[in-house]
Each structure stands twice: as structure tokens, then as C-alpha cells.
């Protein structure tokens, strides 16, 4: 089974709120990702999990604050986003180092900042 | 740092003909080659990847080629489907950058019945 959920599916926050997003994968993965895709561009690379630990920040603004609790569990924290940020976030797993290269994606929260 | 050009970036072919993606890349230390499949609202699929030690490699009707001396890869779809319509990213990861994979602008592709 090569599926990474994602929840919610869709949300709509103020730019003084707080909300997370979530990811889960049960394939065993021990490196998992967070991308940001605008509408007609590729993912963006946002964090990096490797072994629970961060190893990946592409310089992303504090207002997105990552969370990874244990080896199948996901979040990204959000607070006082700007419209800009409106966007689909996606989750991704994949092995790590050594041992595999497939990255697996979820279907992604379409997230938009009012 | 890792480059990836895609062409063509809108494609549009008879349901049954061949449809093919063609993507560069700039580091020639790159060694494992992906393609996605992105359907409207849905997350990237991995539908086929490639590594630098192979030339060419098929899976039914979906078959990727690379030359690693040009640094070019190609996908290649035969008998073209109306599902086969999506966006398609192909990317690029560097040996030594093992979780970061460096995508392509996509390819929009539609199969007209």
C-alpha cells in the first residue's frame, strides 16, 4: 500500500488564525516532506523529516512551523499566514538514505489565507 | 545547483498516437530520474523513474529514456488514453542531495477522444 493521507482536505483560515495540517504514512518511511505547489508550477520543497529529525529547511518563514512526532505522523503548524501563502500542501514519504529513492505524495490540503 | 527544463509545456494529441515529454538537466551528478502524473486536484502520482545506470526502462504502455552523455530523458506514452490527460513534472535528485529531487515545469497534456 503506497498511500499518504492528508487531512483536512481543503481550508480556509484569517490571517490571525492558528491551524495544522496533518500527514500519515504506514509504509515504513522514515523520510517525509513537506511541498507547496501554486496552481499550474511544481512542488516547492519546503521541510524535510529524516528519522524524525529535521534535516531539510528551505528557508520557509517561521509563520510554517513543522512537527514531525513519531515515524508516521506529519504536521505543519500555521499562524499569521498572508494570502500569498494560499496554496496546495503536499506531504510525501519515501525510505531513507541507502535504501530507496521512490517519494510517495498525498493528495495534498488546498489551503486558502483570507 | 540542479536545473531541470521540460518541453513541451502544453501538449494536446489524438486519443491512440504517441505522446512525448523531453526534460534536460544541468548536474551531471544527478543519477535517479522520476516522472509524476498530476491529476486535477489530486496529489503528484509516481508513474515511472529511471536510474543512471539504465538507458531505458517500460512499464505497458508508459516507457522512459536516458542519455546520460546529453543529459536528456524523455517519456514516452503510447495508444494515448482520455485518463492519460494530467500534468506531468519529471525531476532530477543529485547523489549527494539524497531528499531533494529537483523538478521540471510540468507538461500539460491532453488526449482528445
Known amino acids: 500500500d503506497t498511500e499518504v493521507t492528508q487531512t483536512p482536505k481543503h481550508l480556509v483560515m484569517g490571517m490571525t488564525n492558528k491551524k495544522s495540517l496533518k500527514c500519515e504514512q504506514h509504509m515504513g518511511h522514515r523520510a517525509m516532506y513537506w511541498y507547496k505547489q501554486k496552481a499550474k508550477k511544481p512542488p516547492e520543497l519546503m521541510f524535510v523529516y529524516s528519522y524524525e529529525k529535521l534535516s531539510i529547511n528551505e528557508s520557509v518563514p517561521s509563520r510554517f512551523s513543522p512537527e514531525c512526532p513519531n515515524s508516521s505522523l506529519l504536521n505543519l503548524h500555521l499562524h499569521a499566514l498572508q494570502p500569498e501563502d494560499s496554496a496546495l500542501y503536499l506531504c510525501?514519504?519515501?525510505?531513507?538514505?541507502?535504501?530507496?529513492?521512490?517519494?510517495?505524495f498525498g493528495p495534498g490540503t488546498r489551503l486558502t489565507v483570507t | 545547483g540542479e536545473n531541470v527544463e521540460q518541453h513541451p509545456s502544453t501538449l494536446s494529441v489524438q486519443e491512440g498516437d504517441s505522446a512525448v515529454i523531453k526534460c534536460t538537466y544541468s548536474d551531471s551528478a544527478s543519477n535517479y530520474f522520476p516522472w509524476y502524473k498530476q491529476e486535477l486536484g489530486k496529489g503528484p502520482q509516481l508513474i515511472i523513474d529511471i536510474r543512471s545506470n539504465v538507458g531505458e526502462k517500460k512499464d505497458q504502455r508508459i516507457a522512459v529514456t536516458l542519455n546520460k552523455t546529453a543529459k536528456h530523458f524523455s517519456l514516452h506514452i503510447t495508444e494515448t488514453q482520455p485518463e492519460d490527460s494530467a500534468v506531468y513534472f519529471c525531476a532530477a535528485r543529485r547523489k549527494t542531495s539524497y531528499d531533494k529531487v529537483i523538478f521540471g515545469p510540468g507538461t500539460s497534456l491532453s488526449v482528445i477522444p
Open positions: 510525501a514519504s519515501s525510505h531513507p538514505k541507502g535504501t530507496g529513492y521512490e517519494q510517495y
